[in-house]
């Protein structure tokens, strides 16, 4: 049964999604401020976070972060907040989904699988992957480069496992992010993936201005190039 850690101050809202994930299959604990989150989270483990932005204590983000300290547990936003500037910031600091209110609650349980589903294949088959210098524990969750850990937030962590096992590949920005995030995530464009693969290039490439491994191919997408 996958556990799932609800941050969210709404009470019919939180009576709600009890009821429909109790009926998912879904074990679920609710927080309802960052300090309720912070004593359950340090209690128990979780296959998934869904947390709230504005609460009354703080942000959901504040959260997010601490926990991107120590896990890549997938975590989706559930917020009120549509403004691109704090889409891109959940997502930039580690957040896997962004979902407005309202929203329909099938979409909600779609996406919800979907990152289960990909949090378990990212856990399978290979256990590491290495090339050009970089090595990616998956079991760990971890990524080194010559050796030392990279800080890699979880949208980056996920790109470069993509890119290492599909070596030497053209994958268009569809392809990415059909893999990365659920289809009917339209939010997230062209431009906020451009800004990932720079921010990845900065932490993998020994001269991110003139990229060896992460390479742009024009009117196609991105390819890992294998150098060794």
Partial sequence: MNKILLLEDDLSLIHGLSF???KQGFRLDVARTLREADTI???DKYDLLILDVSLPDGSGFEFCKKVRQVSKVPIIFLTASDEETSIIMGL???GDDYITKPFKLGVLVSRINALLRRAKDFGSADTELQSNGIKVLLLQGQAFKNGEL???TAAEYKLLCLFM???????SKEQ???KLWDCEGNYIDSGTLTVYMRRLRMKVEDNPSEPQMLLTVRRMGYKWNVMD
């Fill in 165 to 171: 096992q599909n070596p030497n590949v053209v994958l």
């Fill in 41 to 43: 989270w340090a209690d």
């Fill in 176 to 178: 990415i992010l059909d």
């Fill in 20 to 22: 429909a994930f109790k």
């Fill in 150 to 152: 990279l800080d890699l």
């Fill in 92 to 94: 930039d600091i580690g």
